[in-house]
Nanobody
Framework: QVQLVESGGGLVQAGGSLRLSCAAS????????MGWFRQAPGKEREFVAI????????YYADSAKDRFTISGDNAKYTVYLQMNILKPEDTAVYYCRAVDSRVSDYWGQGTQVTVSS
C-alpha cells in the first residue's frame, strides 16, 4: 500500500503561482510513476502531469505545458507541481496519484486550488 498526502493548495489571483506537494509513504520502493490530476466542479477528473519516478521523464497535458512543472525528490518520495501564470480555469481540486510496479494506483485526498480573476 502507498499513502499520499497533498499540500500547498489555496487561493491565488490570476497570474500568480502555487506549488503543490505530494508526500508518499508506505511501499514507496514500488512506485513507478507519480502524477497530478485535477477535477473542476461539474467536470470529469483530468490529467495534468506525470513523472516516471526512476527515470525522471515527465509528461504534461497541453493545458499545463509551459506553465506547470512537475518534479520529484527521490529521497523524500515527494512530488511537486509548480504552477505559474495561473488562470481562473485552473481552479479545481488537484489530486496526486501514484502507480506502483503492479499497476495498482493510489490517490491522495485532494487539495483545492482557486484562482480568482
Amino acid at each position: 500500500q502507498v499513502q499520499l498526502v497533498e499540500s500547498g493548495g489555496g487561493l491565488v489571483q490570476a497570474g500568480g503561482s502555487l506549488r503543490l506537494s505530494c508526500a508518499a509513504s508506505g511501499r514507496t520502493s514500488s512506485i513507478y510513476t507519480m502524477g497530478w490530476f485535477r477535477q473542476a466542479p461539474g467536470k470529469e477528473r483530468e490529467f495534468v502531469a506525470i513523472i516516471r519516478w526512476t527515470e525522471g521523464t515527465t509528461y504534461y497535458a497541453d493545458s499545463a505545458k509551459d506553465r506547470f512543472t512537475i518534479s520529484g525528490d527521490n529521497a523524500k518520495y515527494t512530488v511537486y507541481l509548480q504552477m505559474n501564470i495561473l488562470k481562473p480555469e485552473d481552479t479545481a481540486v488537484y489530486y496526486c496519484r501514484a502507480v506502483d510496479s503492479r499497476v495498482s494506483d493510489y490517490w491522495g485526498q485532494g487539495t483545492q486550488v482557486t484562482v480568482s480573476s
